[in-house]
């Protein structure tokens, strides 16, 4: 009876895109508390039960600039800043993108002695393939979590048996590699209750998930994932429903010191918020964001109708339903 109860009980994951704590974040992070990038929105972090996003840089004191390919932006934060994190009280991070090893492998290993000291788990990246596609595994209300990530940016930084680097996949449902990421998800859900798949993928612009990531998204949903977790481009992009399960294919930028795009909107975003009931989804909430001043914001009224509208337009596009509720000023997903 105790089981059923535990089954039946309600918890939230709570997921944002991609984190830069970097350049002129990190300069404002000098004067200001750990608290300070997530501005209002950090009441709805610390509510929900677990939190996931994707870092965007690397947390380090040492390191040099990645030279050996080319490569424009490099982005660090001092290695203090992990409370940042903290603050808000993430779980895990991805660490599977294009600027983990912004700073080398030292770079890299700094980071991750931080966030293991810190009690925030990663993964994607790490001394070798093994340890790259090692998922992250916690506890949240006594059931397991999964977190797997991996990305199909900076071939040149791909993880071997000898080498560090992130987990590098193609996103090609027939590539050798991608077998692999499936053979993962299969044998990691099978060891947790919920399973989050997190890729870096596709282009930087765009409103429209490539062709490709559809059918991959499928094909890691089919091979027993519970959620895709997709980020990299700097917009976000629609959310579809398959098997029951949702698919984020990208959640876009949520904190950094990048330039607007006027058009494109990249100072726009989401938080998720995913409420289960056991292991069912039951609710899929998004509550419009924006980036101010180097830190996330809950949008305001004259803000909301632009974000909101253009993703409902996304999100049916891929045959999801939406519609906004105001009173709890979110867009809520109808997950059939």
Not at 230 to 251: D, F, L, T, W
Not at 266 to 290: A, C, K, V, W
Not at 294 to 320: S, Y
Request: overall charge negative; glycine content about 6%.
């Amino acid at each position: 009876m105790q089981q059923k109860n535990q089954d039946a009980e309600t918890w939230t994951l709570l997921l944002v895109g991609d984190v830069m704590l970097g350049r002129l974040v990190n300069d404002i992070l000098k004067v200001e508390p750990p608290a300070y990038p997530w501005g209002n929105t950090l009441p709805l972090l610390r509510g929900a039960d677990a939190r996931i996003c994707n870092l965007e840089c690397a947390i380090a004191d040492r390191g040099t600039p990645w030279s050996a390919t080319p490569k424009v932006f490099h982005f660090r934060s001092d290695a203090k800043n992990v409370a940042v994190l903290n603050a808000a009280h993430f779980d895990a991070v991805s660490l599977a993108n294009n600027h983990v090893l912004d700073f080398n492998n030292e770079g890299l290993f700094d980071m991750l002695h931080h966030l293991e000291c810190a009690g925030i788990h990663y993964a994607g990246a790490g001394a070798t393939l093994k340890e790259a596609a090692a998922p992250a595994i916690w506890e949240v209300q006594g059931r397991k979590l999964g977190l797997i990530a991996c990305t199909d940016n900076e071939p040149n930084w791909a993880a071997s048996a000898v080498h560090s680097g992130v987990w590098y996949v193609p996103i090609q449902v027939q590539d050798e590699r991608a077998h692999q990421l499936f053979e993962v998800v299969q044998r990691t859900k099978a060891e947790v209750a919920y399973l989050i798949v997190s890729i870096h993928w596709g282009p930087n612009w765009g409103c429209a998930p490539p062709p490709e990531h559809r059918p991959f998204a499928h094909a890691l949903i089919d091979h027993g994932a519970d959620l895709v977790f997709g980020h990299s481009g700097h917009i976000v992009r629609g959310i579809e429903m398959y098997q029951n399960k949702p698919i984020i294919y990208c959640a876009g930028d949520f904190i950094d010191d990048y330039a607007v795009d006027e058009v494109e909107r990249n100072d726009r975003s989401f938080l998720f918020l995913i409420e289960l009931q056991g292991t069912t989804l039951s609710h899929l909430f998004l509550y419009p964001t924006m980036i101010d001043h180097f830190q996330a914001r809950c949008a305001r009224k004259h803000e909301r109708r632009m974000i909101v509208l253009g993703m409902q337009r996304r999100c049916a596009q891929l045959q999801t339903a939406t519609r906004w509720n105001e009173e709890d000023e979110r867009l809520e997903v109808d997950i059939g």
